[in-house]
DNA sequence: CGGATGTTTGACTCGAATCAAAAACGGTGG
DNA sequence: CCACCGTTTTTGATTCGAGTCAAACATCCG
């Protein structure tokens, strides 16, 4: 049945059987977001593990200017960012449906049960926490410390990276990815320009980039 | 005995009975490094996990432009923050002692069985974790969207707020205070300057800042 | 096809970094 | 306890990256 898949999407019940698989699936719930959608906002009680089990959901904040802040982009088999699942606290983040999107969420005092009865889940959940909080930290040591150019450039060699190819669509929208390097959709616009015009890229149509010098893009400071 | 402080000082170890704590004890390591020293940099091996028994250290990353991210200010009874502890990985932030400092330290596979066999250490872990997610996403936010002044104005209420007194004393020099904000030591220098103009603050001598007004201070755009 | 949404380009402004130098501070040893 | 030296902080002058505003242009989708 297809909605067995988020269980067996995630990495953080891999090392469970079946049976116990079925355990969970009975526990889970399932929910449908069209695209444009919000699942949850700031000060929303936090109360369920959301797991997606297909699709892709932005999670942002606003700072106290209004202004919003990418922090996350969750895919297919990423679980919510939110890290204060276990305590009891409001979210500080929002998510937002970019295409339509499945979502399974485990109620928290079940999730925390789950914990004490398989250990191992905790630990795949520190796991996940562990490479967000490393992604956090060089995303905020490059806005803080490099240029939107030598972001731009490296968001681009990095996502080609975990894509492996050097063609690829860009998948936010340039105002989308603008709040998640911390600069405009302008600057973004100019410097793709820039770096077309260095030879280092070629833009295609459908927000397509293709990497011509990824070496040289690296040096970009 | 002095050394059986790191353990009682931590929280995650907080709902063990005295029996466990000894255990524990029995497996730490205790470290002293004067102030300056470093504890670790990248690319060491994080094969332990570090609890600061005494003393203040700082860590952060560096850019690929050489420049110094401040991520961290581990005070006593803080553990390590880096977050990959529990897979094999190596550490991509640097760690120093500020002032005189204790450590103790765990090594990987004894806290990986300490979290089997005490599924309430790997709770109390993930939410150490989750909070500094949480602090990590709202610092990210700031140094993306608001200008040195909000950024300041938010660290000073912020610090007064949690040392619960409008008079403190600034735990960091500016170079590394400006390095935490994502500025330079010249831009603080000049904002604190232009509080104290506007009679917000009041600045005295052994970096000790009074707040006048909390309220405008967190007004600042 | 047409309107809305997203993107590009241009002109302008401004915040904050940089560079340089003076001033203040703080720890050390005599 | 004070004088001294290195470090930290302040102040000033200047530069520059990148944000803002506005308008033209492209693209997407119903």
Chains 1, 2 share one sequence.
Do not use: W
């Amino acid at each position: 049945m297809a909605e067995h898949e988020c269980v067996q999407l995630v990495p953080i019940f891999s090392e469970l059987g079946s049976e116990q698989l079925d355990i969970i699936e009975s526990i889970v719930r399932h929910h449908h977001y069209p695209a444009g959608s919000t699942l949850f906002g700031a000060d929303d009680p936090l109360d369920s593990l959301m797991i997606v089990a297909y699709g892709q959901v932005k999670v942002y904040q606003l700072a106290a200017n209004g202004r919003e802040q990418l922090l996350y982009l969750l895919q297919t088999g990423d679980i919510d960012g939110e890290a204060a699942l276990f305590e009891n606290q409001r979210r500080t983040s929002f998510g937002e449906a970019l295409v339509p999107t499945d979502v399974c969420s485990i109620r928290r005092s079940d999730f925390q049960d789950l914990m004490q009865k398989y250990p191992s889940i905790s630990i795949k959940v520190l796991n996940v926490f562990g490479k967000r909080l490393n992604q956090l930290e060089r995303q905020t040591t490059s806005t803080a410390t490099e240029s939107v150019e030598a972001r731009l450039a490296n968001y681009i060699t990095e996502t080609a990276a975990a894509l492996k190819t050097y063609t690829f669509k860009l998948s936010l929208k340039k105002k989308d990815l603008a709040t998640f390097l911390g600069t405009t959709p302008e600057s973004i616009s100019r410097k793709l320009a820039l770096f077309e015009r260095q030879g280092l890229i070629t833009q295609k149509p459908g927000k397509v980039i293709e990497i011509n010098d990824a070496d040289q893009l690296l040096l970009t400071e």
